[in-house]
């Protein structure tokens, strides 16, 4: 390795809540080489975002780095005060965050915000800190920097929002970068972009970087040292290739089993020892629907365009059998929430006709579609469980809520029965059910939209990314328990997701969606091991794959 | 922007308008005969059927408010029935001892609140933010004419430093001007610091939670920076709405502190015309103050495009 940039040693990081001190960092030693990238990997909790934070001196008020040492440089980082901690931060250390839209100031032009952190580094005049902005933004490769640097950011996109990010934290050249999550919430596509942009331009200045991720993949493809992270301390250190082939601890082990690839099956996504576990399940064959049976759901022509806009879906045609999994995938702005809405008479179409089970239900006023008795049998899992809840329902509440209003139940122990089976379906533990959502972890969250979706026994369910906000551990749990409904309960899925490997898995079909519009369509895995057009290789080739195979040991 | 304010300033005439009737049926929300109300207690049938005809009140209310209406947006706000003067000249005389009142007051309270709610945020749980709070409660509590007679009394009358009460124009001298509105406005203010401090510390609060802020503080911003231009611009939008709503307070509030330092403003004109039953001074008084409102509401949502990019009208 080359020579030390950066030593943790023994960092013990604690926050004080309600509860007293909870240590969220216990015992992490790392070391970073000048001009390294080093990937930071682990599940939310795991202690990898404090760590960067720790590293950066940028932890809340209520974190306290309460033993070890971080040396940059060969000064003990947490022991800086004042003018002295200035000069690091920004400066010879700077860091991206998730979310770059929620990190940049929302009222304030991206060019003066990237001169900010100039002018406060470098004795120069505002003119000649606005020159070196420009010129940072070239260097971002953001498309006519001129007219950009009078924006605000909710006029840029979410890739180019995270440009402006890079482009301040390199505006001093620091020696180190900490990147936290930085493609996080980002297209597939545009993930890819930002991230060779970034590894380019460390390479280029000789800049190390911390890439922090929970993307076991994303961290193989850039970095040539991964550490992985379990509460609070680093349970593995080594190179992708190791990691991938030969991991050592069971955490590893369970993590990479979990991280799905262009390969692996919904029943690969547990380690071999919790196989047997699902092998009792799978064995039900999956059911072929009989021939001429009508299909559960026909869109035809559908379409819609918001106010003054252009459509944001046009002529968009499908079909879904009974018990069938279909995949609807595409970047953002590709419609495909917006067509999934339409389905689930969320929003209304423009033109164009919904069939479901024979009966037309296009053209029911979405704010009109609860009486319809169609409503119980097509239901809906969002996005975030952590949104989409209400907080002040407990989980029983939820999961209570459908079978009152569409299935005319009252309060009473028919009520509390059927509300735990469904509890019991989606493998939520009984004694949770009286708790608000801030009590319950992402994955049971998940369980109980899932167990409210399917309380009245719908036929179709709509997912729109129901496991985007989960960690890979639990969304392999919650991929199965999906897979499993269908298959027991005869539930068509339509299955809404940015993860073409996730779709490749669950679905039988896949609908490839750009501008509004079907681009291509097929057998899930015959398309993604063959797409036909160069939109669609684009988004497959885009995934940080785990190679295992020569292509990683040629990389190396 | 330009058609923005104008469509607000079309949007505001039924809002008067409603304000314009409320007002005027203020006579008539009173119980019993008009006519009997302004006449007073003592006086005769006669004086009351006299009083009846001057002003018109015996013909149906629609028409009595038709003309009313004309003759307001023709600049006649009436005359009173105790001075015989017209309204409008009697609001024009009370005018300027209330807007200096209020313009000082104003810009104490800016001055004041918003930076103690700024340091209050940035130093949340610590003494002097709940020293800050605990004043903020205080200010709350006190009614303004409590705080008014105890700041004559300590600064006017044992201190010496200030006038007891009495208003000078400002043609007179600033100072003269200034010297005799300090105690006023301080004790009209402190409800209205109050206010202000504690909406400054929420919302800073909450602004000094988000990722941009931590963005701030990672390219080494100092304190300053990041309190003042990162953070309260983006906190200006509550602030900005709350010191706005707070002028109604000031508007009641002059009332009572005009009394307390016999001010001769519209807040004892307000007073003397309740008490003489002076309707057409009361209604003037309260049309121009419903007017200022709204004007002040118009202000503050201009106000907001200019402090957010966001916001498109």
């Not at chain 2, 300590?154 to 000078?168: N, R, S």
Request: glycine share 8%; hydrophobic share 45%.
């Amino acid at each position: 390795m080359s020579e030390q940039l950066l030593g943790i040693n023994d960092l013990h990081v604690a926050f004080s809540t309600r509860r007293g001190m909870v240590e969220a960092v216990r015992g992490v030693t790392l070391s970073v080489g000048k001009g390294e990238m080093l990937g930071l990997v682990g599940e939310s909790g795991s202690g990898k975002s404090v760590t960067g934070f720790a590293t950066t001196r940028l932890l809340d008020a209520a974190g306290r780095v309460t033993g070890g040492k971080i040396l940059f440089r060969g000064q003990d980082v947490t022991k800086l005060r004042g003018d002295d901690l200035r000069h690091l931060q920004g400066a010879a250390m700077s860091m991206i965050f998730q979310n770059p839209r929620a990190a940049l100031n929302p009222i304030r032009a991206i060019g003066l915000q990237i001169a900010d952190a100039i002018l406060t580094h470098k004795k120069i005049s505002k003119d000649a800190a606005r020159a070196e902005a420009l010129d940072l933004l070239r260097a971002v490769q953001i498309r006519d920097p001129e007219a950009r640097m009078n924006a605000y950011p909710h006029e840029l996109s979410g890739g180019m929002c995270q440009r402006v990010m890079i482009a301040i934290a390199i505006s001093c050249n620091p020696a180190l970068l900490i990147a936290d999550e930085p493609t996080t919430g980002l297209d597939v596509t545009t993930q890819k972009v930002v991230m060779d942009l970034l590894a380019d331009i460390a390479a280029a200045r000789g800049m190390a970087t911390i890439l922090i991720t929970h993307d076991l993949g994303l961290a193989a493809r850039y970095c040539r040292r991964i550490a992985v992270m379990e509460r609070g301390r680093i349970v593995e250190e080594a190179s992708p290739k190791t990691l991938f082939t030969a991991p050592q601890h069971a955490y590893t082990r369970r993590l990479v089993a979990a991280s799905p690839t262009a390969t692996s099956r919904i029943e690969d996504l547990v380690t071999e020892q919790e196989r047997e576990r699902y092998a009792t399940v799978v064995s039900k064959p999956r059911q072929d629907p009989a021939h001429g049976t009508p299909p559960l759901l026909e869109v035809r022509k559908l379409a819609k365009r918001f106010d003054q806009g252009s459509a944001a879906v046009a002529d968009f045609s499908m079909t879904m059998a009974g018990g069938e999994s279909v995949g609807l995938v595409g970047e953002s702005g590709s419609g495909k929430s917006t067509t999934s809405r339409m389905i689930c008479r969320l929003i209304d179409p423009s033109e164009g006709d919904i069939v479901f089970d024979g009966q037309s239900i296009g053209h029911v006023a979405s704010r009109d579609f609860h009486r319809s008795p169609l409503r119980k049998d097509i239901q809906m899992v969002f996005q975030d469980p952590n949104e989409s809840l209400n907080p002040r329902f407990t989980a029983f509440d939820c999961i209570a809520h459908p079978l009152m209003r569409l299935d005319g139940m009252r309060a009473g122990d028919a009520l509390r029965k059927r509300v735990e089976e469904c509890a019991e379906r989606v493998g939520l533990p009984l004694d949770l059910l009286p708790r608000f959502p801030h009590q319950l972890s992402g994955g049971q969250k998940a369980r109980v939209g899932i167990a409210r979706a399917i309380a009245c026994r719908p036929r179709l369910l709509v997912l729109d990314e129901p496991t985007a906000a989960l960690d890979v551990s639990v969304q392999a749990v919650v991929l199965q328990l999906l897979d499993r409904l269908r298959r027991e309960n005869d539930i068509a899925l339509l299955f809404v997701s940015h993860d073409l490997n996730v779709v490749r898995m669950l679905c039988d079909r896949t609908i490839v969606l750009r501008n509004g519009g079907i681009v291509e369509q097929g057998e899930s895995r015959a398309l993604f091991d063959n797409p036909k057009t160069d939109y669609t290789r684009k988004l497959v080739e885009a995934i940080p794959h785990i190679e295992t195979g020569p292509a990683l040991a040629a990389a190396l | 922007m330009l058609s923005y304010i104008l469509r607000r300033i079309v949007a505001t005439l039924p809002v008067m308008a409603i304000v314009a009737l409320f007002v005027f049926s203020l006579l008539y929300i009173a119980p019993g005969d008009p006519a009997v109300v302004i006449a007073g207690d003592q006086a005769s049938p006669e004086d009351v059927e006299r009083i009846r005809q001057s002003l018109g009140l015996d013909r149906p209310f629609l028409v009595q408010f038709g003309s009313w209406v004309w003759r307001i947006l023709h600049g006649d706000l009436g005359t009173s029935i105790f001075t015989n003067l017209p309204v409008s000249t009697m609001i024009g005389q009370r005018l300027g001892p209330t807007l200096s009142l209020m313009i000082i007051t104003l810009l104490l309270t800016i001055v004041v609140a918003v930076p103690l709610g700024v340091v209050a945020a940035w130093k949340a749980g610590s003494l002097i933010d709940r020293a800050i709070m605990a004043f903020a409660v205080f200010g709350f509590s006190l009614p303004v004419f409590v705080v008014g007679y105890v700041l004559a009394y300590v600064f006017a009358l044992e201190l010496e430093w200030l006038p007891v009460q009495g208003y000078t124009p400002l043609t007179q001298g600033f100072w003269p001007w200034l010297e005799n509105l300090i105690l006023p406005a301080i004790a009209l203010g402190c409800v209205y610091i109050a206010l202000v401090a504690r909406i400054t510390r929420a919302t800073m609060l909450e602004v000094l939670q988000q990722d941009y802020i931590r963005t701030a503080r990672a390219k080494g911003l100092g304190q300053g920076g990041i309190l003042f231009i990162h953070a309260l611009k983006n906190a200006a939008v509550p602030i900005v709405t709350v010191i706005g709503i707070g002028i109604a307070l000031l508007i009641g509030g002059a009332v009572v502190t005009e009394s307390v330092f016999a001010i001769p403003g519209l807040g004892r004109l307000t007073i003397d015309a309740i008490l003489r039953r002076d309707y057409p001074v009361i209604q003037g008084i309260v049309l121009l103050f419903s007017f200022v409102y709204v004007l002040v509401n118009l202000m503050i949502d201009v106000t907001y495009t200019l402090v957010d990019p966001r916001i498109r009208y």
